[in-house]
């Protein structure tokens, strides 16, 4: 057994030994919840950010240097991109109560409500009327969160949110210390060695899921001052479509997103 499963278990046994025992099917549920939660979700964003700054630099080459200097500016990229791209495209809960919301809809207790986040997240009242457009840094209401309700809320809240896409900035508080998140920052080192879409080998997405996810995305590092020449032709390729079926390299850094590198090409 791996070490890594070995500190799992007793983290998810500790709340549920005091009820007695744990049985296989949850706790099997429990650690594929750790893996797509602490892998696929960040692998994902992480492409899908890069995505987007690559389409916005291209219509705003002003904010090129941005993406490469401003880990504020690549932040709000985060945001803006789980607003608009959440992991999941909905959330379920079940009411402990009845209620009856403020637009009048009563739900029973022990009834399932689905929330359409892509939608709630593009609410024009709420986001603005370009809600559908990915426009990072927009002004938003006080109390709405930049990335909507794609973490969640309250107990249900999720548990990795400030790692991977760090604290969200509030008027008068200091970048000293700022918790940038390691989305973000793994996205700025990529732009920071010089990150460009490659012409000759567009991005595809994964046939093999309804969800907009990648399949490959592929791109160019022609180098930086700074960053350690490298030549237009070299390449790289990650693969970030939830558990890969297909390696791209030798040498796969996760189940869910692995590097290739190519030599120059001839």
Sequence with gaps: MSQTL???FPVIQTPLDA???????SLRREVA???????HTSATAFTRVTHNILEWVSAHPEDRERARTDPMFVQQCTHETVR????????????LADIDLGSGTHISQGARVVIDLSSVNRDAAVFGGDADEFRPGREL???????????GLGMHACIGQDLAAGLVLHEGES???????????????????GCVGDPDDPPEMDPSTTRPYFGRYPVLFPGTPGSGARSPQDRATWCCSGPVRRW???RPTSRSCCWQSRPPAP
């Excluded at 009820?19 to 099917?25: A, C, I, N, R, T």
């Excluded at 209401?141 to 973490?151: I, N």
């Excluded at 000293?176 to 920071?192: R, S, T």
């Design 84 to 95: 608009l791209q959440p992991s999941s495209p909905v959330a379920m809960r079940w009411a």
């Design 175 to 193: 970048l000293e210390g700022h918790l940038f998140g390691l989305v973000p920052q793994a996205v700025q080192y990529l732009f920071d060695h």
């Design 141 to 151: 209401p006080e109390g709405v969160a930049p990335y909507g309700l794609s973490f």
């Design 6 to 8: 070995r500190g799992i």
């Design 19 to 25: 009820d007695g025992e744990l049985d296989e099917v």
């Design 248 to 250: 791209c390299g030798a």
């Design 33 to 39: 919840f750790y893996l797509l939660a602490g892998a």
